[in-house]
Nanobody
Framework: QVQLVESGGGLVQPGDSLRLSCAAS??????YGWFRQAPGKEREFVAA????????????NYLDSVRGRFTISRDNAKNTVYLQMNSLKPEDTAVYYC??????????????????WGQGTQVTVSS
């Protein structure tokens, strides 16, 4: 049984940092994504990571508003993907979800392209 379990959310002040973790169990994945959903809004793509065999490196994509502040990474030995969030802003407040996609290939910002989801972790940025 596949499970994705997020952790690391919390209440922080503007300018602070948080690191979210997503531990996968049941199988390994080539492609992961982080999404977020604020109250009254649709689920929004934040970041994605996949292995590019041709370039022998990880392909990473980001939402424009988080590029330069957020970093997605992974530890294959731990089957865990991370989202390092720096310089947090009140508009980053949302429930953050980890998602995994079967197969190989590039990244996608579309939630429907992901096969498995975590339960979410709340991030609140407020003074």
């Amino acid at each position: 049984q596949v499970q994705l379990v997020e952790s690391g959310g919390g209440l922080v002040q503007p300018g602070d940092s948080l690191r979210l973790s997503c531990a996968a169990s049941g199988r390994t994945f080539n492609r992961y994504g982080w999404f977020r959903q604020a109250p009254g809004k649709e689920r929004e793509f934040v970041a994605a990571i996949s292995w590019s065999g041709g370039n022998k490196n990880y392909l990473k994509n980001y939402l424009d508003s988080v590029r330069g502040r957020f970093t997605i990474s992974r530890d294959n030995a731990k089957n865990t993907v991370y989202l390092q969030m720096n310089s947090l802003k009140p508009e980053d407040t949302a429930v953050y979800y980890c998602a995994a996609r079967l197969g190989i290939g590039g990244n996608t910002p579309r939630p429907d392209d992901y096969n498995f989801w975590g339960q979410g972790t709340q991030v609140t940025v407020s003074s």
